[in-house]
Every structure is written in C-alpha cells, then in structure tokens.
C-alpha cells in the first residue's frame, strides 16, 4: 500500500470523527508539520480511578499558534458508550509533512500508525481489556488496575510485545514506524465513530495550555506525563515522566522561523495559511457532523420500521389467537349439539328398519320347506320354489346392475344435487315395487301349496 493511500485511510477516519472546532484545533489537526514530533517519553501508568474507564494513552499535540509540539497526558476516560474502545490519534508523513489522524471511540481498534503507547497499545489491536456483555474487564499483564476496588480483571501475559519497544511517535518519513493498515483496520475505519467526548477536549485544552508541557520547555520529558483522571493536572494522581525517549532535537530552522514570523509578510501568510486551515477544519467538521446526522436518521429510520414490524406482528399474532378461540368456541358448540341429537335420538323408541332403496342390499328370499306329508309331490312344490328364488335373484342382479350403470353415468355427466335426488327416488321406488312384486309371488305360491297340505292331512273319524 502506498503512502498515498495511507494517507487518504487516515483522513478517511478523521473526517468521520465528530469533535469541537476547540479540540481540532488544539491538536493540530489538518497542519502539516515539517519535522515529526519528540520520541514518546518513558512514564509509568497511574491506576484506573473507576471500574469502566478506559485508557488514553498519551501523544504529541502541535500548536501552531506557538509552532511547537505539546504533551496531552495518557489518562483513564469513562467511554461515551458500552462496547467502544479508544482508537489514539497518531501522526503520519504524507510526502510534504507530518499530518495528526485524530483519535476516535468505536467498536473496533482501527490503524494507530503502529505506534507502540504501551499498557495495551502495542501498535496493533489493543490487549489492555475487553468488553463481557456491558462490563469491562482489564488485563492486569498490561494495565494498572487496583483490585480492592476494580474485580473484573484477568491475567494474560502472551499479549506483552516484547519486540517493538520502539519509543518513535509518527509514522513513515525519515526514522518512522513503516506499518501499514490492514484490511480489517481499514474496514474498522469505515465503522461508525464517535470523536472525543468532552472530558478528553477539556484534557487537551489544558495540556495546550500549560507551557510546560511544550516540547521545547521539557525536552521530550513532560512532568505531567499521565493523569487519573482527565484534565486533573494536580495532586497525587499526577505521573511524571521518568525519562525522554530519545534525545529531543528540532531542526536549526525551526529557530529562523520563529524570528521570521514576526516580519509583515510573514505574519500576513501564515494568518492567511491558518484561515485556510481553519476553512478546511470547518468543512471537515461539517461533513462529518452531516455523516454523523445521516446515520442517525438511518437508525431511527431503522428503529421505527422494526416497530412496526413488532407491532405487525403482534396484531397478526393476537388475530391468530382470537381466530383460534373462536374455532375452539364453534367445536365445543358442533359437540353440545351432537351430544344432544345423540341424546334425543337414545330416548325416543327405536323405529324398523327403512325400506331398502338399492336392489344391491335387498337379501335373498327365504320360503319355508312344503310339508304335505306326501313326499313326492313336496318334492315338485320344492322345485317350484326353487325356481321362483332363481327367477326372483335373476331380477335383484338386473336391477342392480341397471342403478350402478346408472350410478356411474351421474359422477360422470357431474348430476346437480336435484338430479341424484330423482334418480334416488326412483331407485327406490323400483327396488320396492320389485319387492312388492317378489312378496306377490311367494305368497300365491303358498297358497296353491295350502290346499294340497289340507288335503293330506289325517281325517279324524265322528265322535
């Protein structure tokens, strides 16, 4: 990746930070520097104050008003929300200078120019702790943590880089860190951000404001290296820095410029270089605060359609219910009124049986024996019968086959209900008038075979 494009993730993230027109420009934000800041001063980190606040480490700031790097003191600062950590600012040479990519709050660490601020920040990531649902746990291995008061902590010694112990603070040029974003960090600064929160602006106002923490008053060596708390400057919270990281030398040039600033066209230009400066600052703000707005719009966009969505669902799920109420309702109401035909049906007296309607269900029909005492002519009555039973089961087979035919050619031309009405009808009316015919027949042939069987009977002599 070139320096280029380093350069354009860098604004990228800083145009997306929402912070006040004071901290921008406290920090230096959008000037180019010509030479990188002092090396990043050894100091020792205080203990986190209050369970929840997060580390800030430390960084040179630049003054144009003064042309002079300042110290803004590491100190512990309570997130503007559950889940974000602190992304530091760090600076960066873009072929014509040293340009500051300011810090930003967000639920990922993104690129920090590889710069190494210990306790956590190693240059990569941060290892000082991690988020457990709305708590925050601090890695004792790599952070100064108090365990009377703060419990949620762990112990992870594998994370300690051993390797770069470089004290360098800036990025590329001449003698700076060579990393280059990744692909997750480049992503990460496409994440939505928050700038920093009013506790960290008043913090860099006033270390801008304290002469000596200038770099040229200290020497790379800030007394008030870290804080507690932000912006508490005194008391027994206060750390100093042991020792410089690296002998502090600015360039020869710097001093000419300071005496050149005092000439008319010098002053006129550079006022001119800070209204520019100041326009563009403003125009980046803007953006961002627009971007900013947009994005919570969108989440509101957002928030009210899942709403509806859950109130949609809950009205469908309480229409659901009712209709499934009423369904119980209507079966309880088919199994009071089928109780109470079964019951009605039970008490009153148990009617014959219905007249066959189809010649399929009609049994056969029975005749008893003759019994005339005189065999061979029972004989002949017998063979009588048996053929009128013949002839009679003739007929059923004929006339049942005839309703099935007739049966099929409904289902098959659709017959309206009136229609199989009147074909039922007359089903049935066949089938009994057959009957009828049938019960005729046995009952002539019983009565040829009546006188036969008086006759044969003994005769009992006159008393």
């Known amino acids: 990746m070139s320096r280029n494009s380093l350069f354009q993730s860098a604004i990228l993230a800083l145009v997306i930070v929402v912070g006040s027109a ?108 991690r988020w457990d649902h709305d708590r925050f746990y601090y890695n004792r291995a790599v952070t100064n943590v108090n365990v009377t008061n703060i419990h949620n902590v762990y112990n992870n010694t594998t994370v300690i880089n051993r390797s770069n112990v470089s004290r360098v603070s800036y990025n590329g040029g001449h003698g700076g860190i060579s990393a280059r974003p990744t692909a997750q960090q480049e992503a990460a600064a496409h994440e939505r951000h928050l700038g920093p929160v009013a506790a960290q602006e008043q913090h860099v106002q006033q270390a801008r404001n304290d002469q000596q923490l200038r770099a040229s008053v200290n020497h790379g060596k800030p007394p008030i290296a870290a804080t507690e708390k932000p912006a508490a ?8 820095a042991r020792q410089a990281g690296a002998p502090y030398h600015p360039p020869a040039q710097r001093a000419a410029t300071e005496a050149n600033r005092n000439q008319p066209g010098a002053r ?66 088919q199994q009071a009124e089928q109780r109470q035909q079964a019951e009605k049906h039970a008490a009153q007296p148990q009617s014959k049986p219905p007249a066959p309607t189809h010649a399929k269900n009609l049994p056969p029909h029975q005749m008893p024996p003759p019994n005339t005492g005189n065999a061979k002519q029972d004989q002949q009555y017998q063979k009588e019968q048996q053929q009128l039973s013949a002839q009679q089961q003739k007929e059923h087979q004929q006339l049942a086959q005839q309703q099935q035919r007739e049966h099929q050619q409904a289902q098959q031309q659709h017959y309206n209900q009136q229609r199989m009405q009147q074909m039922e009808q007359q089903h049935a009316q066949q089938t009994q008038q057959m009957e009828a015919r049938h019960a005729e027949q046995m009952q002539q042939m019983q009565q040829r075979e009546a006188p036969s069987m008086a006759h044969n009977q003994p005769k009992h002599p006159p008393k």
């Open 22 to 129: 004071t901290a921008f420009a406290a920090v230096g934000v959008g000037v180019a520097v010509s030479f990188g800041p002092p090396a990043l001063p050894v100091y020792v980190q205080p203990p986190c104050p209050v369970p929840g606040y997060l580390w800030v480490p430390g960084y040179w700031a630049w003054d144009p008003s003064f042309d002079d790097y300042y110290w803004v003191p590491g100190t512990w600062v309570e997130p503007p929300q559950v889940g974000f950590l602190w992304t530091p600012g760090y600076w960066a040479w873009n072929g014509g200078g040293f340009i500051f990519n300011a810090g930003y709050w967000g639920p990922t660490v993104g690129f920090y120019g590889g710069i190494n601020y210990g306790f956590g920040y190693f240059g990569t990531g941060y290892v000082g702790g």
């Open 233 to 240: 400057f005194h008391g027994s919270g206060v750390v100093a």
């Open 268 to 333: 006129k230009e550079t006022a001119q270089q800070q209204q520019a400066t100041q326009r563009q600052q403003a125009e980046q703000r803007q953006q961002a605060t627009q971007k900013q707005e947009a994005a919570q719009r969108e989440q509101a966009t957002q928030k009210q359609e899942a709403a509806q969505r859950q109130q949609a669902a809950e009205r469908e799920q309480a229409t659901q219910k009712q209709e499934a109420a009423q369904r119980q309702q209507a079966a309880e109401r």
